[in-house]
């Protein structure tokens, strides 16, 4: 399955993790530049479907950036400001970006955003919320998970954890960081609810896909792709 990818050109090391933890999420590949140039240099490399663009950029500002770019390629644009003048958003769209967020922002916005002018250049993310292995397929567009040939019920908190390992097989999940990005980066529960739901969602996978979900003693999980 091929993945879009997003470049993220922003010199605030925190939005980027951020910002690549959500988009990944949702089952994009993403790449970082951390000032102007290094961003020129990595979308002729990396040739991303959307820029996620920063102004505020060392070495080469945004509009810079959005100036060298707009000639030779169209790839889609979102500008990141913290001025929220309605001059500075008139600017970056009369440069040719397709899309103006301030900060702070939500992160899920931005990836919504993100979605939808991909949708409109015509660049199709349906594969994005489509994950197929064998005997078990999870369609985030719907929020439906089928094994053989039955589909499953899931809570929304179960589908967010089986989403989150499935996207990125083999990686391994330390409980905290599952915490985080299924429950919210403000969510103190108990380091437990973790485990609780993994075997609430193993036992309703059943026998046949259950074993996609391994546990990694001492540290969290992982989503090992079964032979079929």
Not at 192 to 221: A, F, P
Request: hydrophobic share 40%.
């Amino acid at each position: 399955m091929q993945k879009q990818k997003i470049l993220i050109i922003d010199d605030d090391k925190n939005i980027c993790q951020i910002l690549k933890e959500y988009f990944e999420f949702e089952n994009f590949q993403v790449a970082i530049a951390n000032d102007g140039a290094e961003g020129l240099k990595k979308l002729e490399s990396e040739k991303p479907s959307l820029i996620i663009l920063d102004i505020m950029l060392p070495k080469m500002n945004g509009w810079e950036v959005c100036q060298k770019l707009r000639p030779q390629d169209d790839t889609p644009i979102i500008m990141l400001s913290a001025k929220t003048e309605k001059t500075d958003r008139i600017t970056g769209l009369e440069l040719g970006a397709d899309d103006y967020v301030t900060k702070p922002f939500s992160p899920k916005e931005v990836v919504a955003r993100a979605k939808a002018i991909l949708r409109r250049a015509g660049r199709d993310v349906t594969d994005n919320d489509l994950l197929q292995y064998p005997k078990l397929e999870i369609n985030k567009d719907y929020r439906v998970v089928t094994v053989g040939a039955e589909q499953v019920s899931l809570t929304p908190k179960e589908f967010d954890l089986l989403w989150t390992l499935a996207v990125a097989p083999r990686q391994v999940f330390p409980r905290e960081k599952l915490l985080k990005k299924v429950w919210g980066y403000d969510y103190f529960g108990d380091i437990r609810t973790v485990d609780t739901h993994i075997k609430s969602l193993r036992k309703k996978l059943g026998n046949e896909t259950r074993d996609y979900i391994k546990t990694v003693w001492g540290v969290g999980y992982k989503f090992e792709v079964m032979e079929d």
